[in-house]
């Protein structure tokens, strides 16, 4: 039988468990969410958690979003930690600041909510239900900022039970289930993908696809990578997604390529997998191909041109006025196809693209959120590719430049260090000379 | 390729993998285990968490008992909170009860070594490692007192990690690999397994066996419980534990005796499952086998001679003297085997063991651990059976009597509360009579 | 790791193993497939038939279509059973019946080619490769029909490989690997899918799928039949398509359709699975539904309208005049939307196709194809539906009628014994009358 | 879910389904075997064939030992081609040897018991009751030499069906579920395993085992071969075998001696697969640990004493006075514990034994059945080893003797064509001046 018509099974005998476990709760099931949570911390919970739970994850599944947004709010209203229990808590610890009262007061500034989320994920069902309650608030933190406590306390949730331990990393090609396929057309943020037949050649012979899951979501990717077996760093992303691009031999390339990198649940925002992600496949693609013999992304700047625009006066040896010209440029219609202007605005670009991502910089890192999180993981910058994605998004974003990141088993935590103490952007020689040319 | 070839392989691409994600500390072999700790807890352990927890998990393994003592005192003098930073927290927060404040307060107070053990927990045996910590750690709780607070921090993790949402419940049967069933026999707490031949039997066509799991620990039950198949209420266990009981037919079989649950990791002590775990299997029996009409447990009374060797007086209805006759007849060589003395005690050991059960509490709970788990589910006392455990530990413990809870899925909430809220213990009538002889 | 990945892992360990295996004939590769054939059957053969079959199923898939024929017509030509020797095995066995003597005659009748077969199948992909030579063999019978006896013995071997008992039933869902999902959209014979989307609603909830594949050919759906769960028998298939229509509760069904089945694999013609197939989905629904109380198919009547286009004279009380007019109207533009023709023909197309499939044969057996294999699986005539499929094909084929038959468990056995006895159509009362009608 | 639970769920599926799909034929339960075979063969059995064939499979394991013998008989009573027809067709065919004509004389000959086994084996378990009455009929033939076209027939359709293509390799460790385990200790055929403990060190990091499956026989090894990873060729067995023997790292082997090859199915007799498996291993190993250089044997020469002790003349350049003496020798009680007589016998034993397993042959094939079937497989003869074998078995047959027999991929296919062409056996320099000492 295959593994699908057992999970069929299983969801008819889980089905049948619940009725049997439900008996005793089955009068209730009009309870609303709020009364089914605040039975879930009462000894009623102790007996039938299980049964409590299950409804609770059941309920929250038809709120109308109104009913959410007063859940998420009863969250902080009535399931935060007691102002009182804390003031007498804190007063008995200033008196005595023995084990005891350290304990009583761990107790008291936990909030209730995180042993509520606990007894919710009892339920089949309840981890999925709590990242979409987090994916729901994090929605809502704008609006409404006394949510900002319980968002802490489900990311601190979340964030110990998503921990890389329990994580499992899963290769994705065209034998993969179609419920998880789907979910990559879905997610993938970096170069979309238009349908079957797009995924279908990004998941062929000479392409690599792997993802983070967690065995209590079975059927989501939490962060997938896309990977292109290639001979030589690759400088541009469109040949690489072209249906009839000519397929390599995945046993003679000696370069993969890191294209495409997409997290997938806003329920896990600011829980990073990335550089776990990363490591991870490099040492399974080394495995599993040893003539691989280079690491590489192919990234997007995603900041480089909203920083061009507000630039205010020259940058290092590059004068203002050069600067305006190349701007004014760029808003000729069809600039990239144009050669002239081309040929007039890649030195520039390239030299101040250089520049931005060598240094400039917020709070002592990298202005540009890409460059920040490879070179935190260890990464070299290596190389910057003129016209690399042609993209309407590639174009408006990065002026064309696509970037090289390399990763160096040998070298990754000693870049980290330079990174992480000196706050030092390492970078191959070639791209110091461009951005030294535009400092200057 | 059978799974067991799988899993043989992925051994050794983590090796491989290991050894790629370990070059960058290649050189670092010799750390001790507190310094990897320190490590990890510093930018260091961001860039080369991985590798770092990899080392520390193998460095623990490899210590000697009294290093792995001085790592867990470590844990408490090194990785506790500090006590500076909750003292500024603590003044902060009562001169300004703001969200921030909590925020800072709530931080100073996590111990360290929590953040710690999440990242001890990134490497593959990571969640072993820290399960073994603790088992570690709870011998040693009577001689280093101190050694609370970090046994309190572990237990909050592991208690958040294995949340029953997390846990797989199985079966177990000889399909089962060897080496989860060499556990079976190893961790087995109520009636011993005396090798592979009485595993066998007990795994047979007309027995169930089901044990939960953790995603973290696939080769390691958590907890199990051993089932019979049979009609009628069960009332002695050596019948059942024979090798050449005639085997029953489980599609005629109206009643499941659960006759042993072992709980089997020291390390998660204090962290449930058996309530979890009965009325999972309850729902799955009804599922497989709609003819099981009755779910009752055949238990020990395992303080029952216990309490008895310390009374001090007349047991409601029955006379101190008689007790004392009763006493000393069970002092008798080969008691249980003397027609004439059981013929003179059962009366009265009955009464004594019914009384015992319902009337003898400690903080309003019943005296009898057994009774307390079983009650406190929301069971019933069903049965008391004479001579149902002649074992020497049968014996000793519980003077030969065996006990029945009956689980029934539509009291089990009504139960429970009664329990929860009145402290009554429900009881059949007939050992509420038997309780009564004893009490009036 | 996903089932995905370890597959590839297992390539590559394949791979290896080949070139191990392959070291000692490496210098062979450019042997042609009839070289390597003539030496597997040889001594050669014995010490590396592994190699040899791995390299002629390598070499097979390389050939133009033009060397693929040249080797069927090999296979006829140098493997079939020596003439000489079958005339000295029969002139021995006429002169002497014994026991050796018909062995000798056994083994001289037994062309060469199966015993090459079966080597070649030592090869992984073998068998598809065995499969691939039937396919491209029953393409060329017609041209060469001294292929014919190579076809017998391909069609013998297969059909002892493809025994049911080596078949497994799976069910295909949206969690079934793409790869076999792909191969649905490919094979659908009946109602062509239209694409991913149109494949999901047949799989969604309140449908079921189920297919026979063979432990050789895990990729390769032999047969699959779609199934619709609805109230009441189905008459229309056009609704059951629908996209947007409104998704069933299957838990409250109580009628399975089987509204579609597809044989997929061109080399295994005339291998018949249907049979068990759906058998085998009755009982694996009864189970998993227990609701469902009737099982029946919606299926065409491919041969109606040709039979009507050849019909000659009065059929039974229809006179040919009244015959003549209805193909007349049917010869109008867009007559299925004209509510007068339709007014018109209703009545006397159903009679005649209910007449059709009762009366008409052919050596004693329905004319209609799809009603022979119905009724000699033991079903029964059951319904005839008006308009029930509006496509091109179905109105141009069948007049836009649909038929039900019926399997009901209890019947099976004695209906298929009647059709195979009494050469009897079982058919229910109303089509029977139709039936009538159109005969008298 | 464990997959021992799924594989309970769908026993009871399948009971289900059973009933659905017997439903039929339930009335008919008191069927003779014989009266169920015939049905199947006729039109009733093409409506019901795979209910007839789950009666028959059942009855079958029901039957008496003389009901199976009987049946037994009756497959060569009833079972066998029609001579009548048989007769026609030769007739027919020496008139005309028309392609017709061909295929009417190949059907007439064909047994309608092999039609009969193929139905059979529709139903769970077809197989290996198929696979049981052969393993019956081969006990018979002795005392029936009429079953033996019975016995050509279930030969002649087994090989079919266990083609290699068919099997799959699969490894076997402490992983592996118990209930194939256990078949390892009863299959074991040249060093019997005592025990799980035993078996549990023949499984241990530094051993591999590797055994052929079928699918329609997941819990039934086919064969199986045993194998130790150490450093140089091993010369002795009982080291291998020792409890308490130091644990090797895999990884610092260069060597893998193949110590036993156990066939498990009787009922397979006849229909090789060793030299696939011993292939198959190699290359399997030579992936996981490519340090692994050296792939031989440890093999008892099992024939050796029988032929030593019916020596009737001088062996070469042996006198037979000599070889009497060492006879005698060896009759002495406890001789192998005896230095004065090993020092005397040792030598001339392995003259003998070279000369023994390179000079004897049987028509034209070596006398030693393990040295014909590792010789044929392309093995070369490489070492001889004294006291190898000190078991009451290698004392009894091999006088302790025990043979590498070397496995050397690029010279495999040379030393079979040189084996089978020239009949000639493939020797270390050390063997064969061994034996041309015995020779002379």
């Known amino acids: 039988m295959s593994?699908?018509?057992?999970?069929?099974?299983?969801?008819?005998?889980?089905d049948t468990g619940r009725e049997l476990l439900d008996l005793g709760t089955g009068k209730s099931r009009n309870h609303s969410i709020e009364g089914l949570c605040r039975d879930l911390l009462t000894q009623k919970g102790e007996a039938s958690g299980m049964a409590l739970a299950r409804e609770a994850v059941e309920v929250w599944a038809g709120l109308t979003e109104e009913e959410q947004l007063n859940f998420l709010l009863f969250l902080d209203n009535e399931m935060s930690p007691d102002q009182v229990r804390i003031d007498k808590a804190v007063a008995a610890y200033q008196m005595d600041q023995s084990p005891q009262n350290y304990q009583y007061l761990s107790a008291a500034i936990e909030a209730p909510r995180q042993?509520?989320?606990?007894?919710?994920?009892?339920?089949?069902?309840?981890?999925?239900?709590?990242?979409?309650?987090?994916?729901?608030?994090?929605?809502?933190?704008?609006?409404?900022?006394?949510?900002?406590?319980?968002?802490n306390d489900l990311k601190h949730l979340l964030s110990s039970w998503f921990n890389r331990g329990f994580l499992s990393l899963e290769r994705i090609d065209w034998r993969t289930p179609a419920v998880i396929l789907e979910k990559l057309i879905e997610y993938e943020a970096v170069h979309e993908i238009d349908g079957w037949e797009d995924?279908?050649?990004?998941?062929?012979?000479?392409?690599?696809?792997?993802?983070?899951?967690?065995?209590?979501l079975p059927d989501e990717p939490l962060i997938f990578v896309e990977v292109a077996l290639v001979?030589?760093?690759?400088?541009?992303?469109?040949?690489?997604?072209?249906?009839?691009?000519?397929?390599?031999?995945?046993?003679?390339?000696?370069?993969?390529?890191?294209?495409?990198i997409s997290n997938c649940q806003d329920g896990l925002k600011g829980i990073s997998f990335g550089n776990f992600l990363i490591k991870q496949v490099v040492a399974e693609l080394s495995t599993e191909l040893p003539n691989l013999k280079h690491f590489a992304t192919l990234s997007p700047v995603p900041g480089f041109m909203k920083w061009l625009?507000?630039?205010?006066?020259?940058?290092?040896?590059?004068?203002?006025?050069?600067?305006?010209?190349?701007k004014s440029l760029l808003r000729e219609n069809e600039w990239f196809?144009?050669?002239?202007?081309?040929d007039q605005v890649k030195e520039p670009l390239e030299k101040l693209c250089a520049h931005?991502?060598?240094?400039?910089?917020?709070?002592?890192?990298?202005?540009?959120?890409?460059?920040?999180?490879?070179?935190?993981?260890?990464?070299?910058?290596?190389?910057?590719n003129w016209m690399g994605d042609k993209s309407a998004n590639g174009l408006s974003q990065s002026a064309g430049l696509l970037v090289n990141y390399y990763y160096n088993s040998k070298d990754i935590e000693r870049n980290h260090e330079a990174y992480a103490n000196e706050r030092k952007v390492v970078a191959s020689s070639s791209i110091q000379s461009l951005a030294k040319a535009g400092k200057k």
Do not use: W
């Open 309 to 326: 625009t507000s630039v205010k006066g020259k940058i290092g040896g590059i004068p203002f006025k050069e600067i305006g010209a190349v």
């Open 356 to 384: 931005y991502l060598v240094n400039e910089k917020s709070r002592e890192r990298p202005l540009d959120p890409v460059a920040r999180f490879h070179l935190g993981n260890g990464a070299r910058l290596e190389q910057l």
């Open 199 to 216: 995924l279908r050649r990004r998941l062929d012979s000479d392409r690599r696809c792997f993802a983070f899951f967690h065995p209590a």
């Open 337 to 342: 196809n144009n050669a002239s202007i081309l």
């Open 231 to 260: 001979k030589g760093l690759a400088d541009a992303v469109q040949p690489l997604l072209q249906q009839e691009a000519e397929r390599g031999d995945p046993r003679k390339a000696d370069t993969a390529i890191f294209y495409s």
């Open 115 to 151: 042993e509520l989320m606990r007894r919710i994920n009892f339920a089949p069902g309840g981890t999925a239900a709590i990242v979409g309650m987090r994916k729901n608030l994090v929605g809502y933190l704008n609006e409404y900022p006394q949510l900002k406590s319980v968002d």
């Open 3 to 14: 593994p699908t018509f057992v999970s069929q099974i299983f969801n008819s005998i889980a």
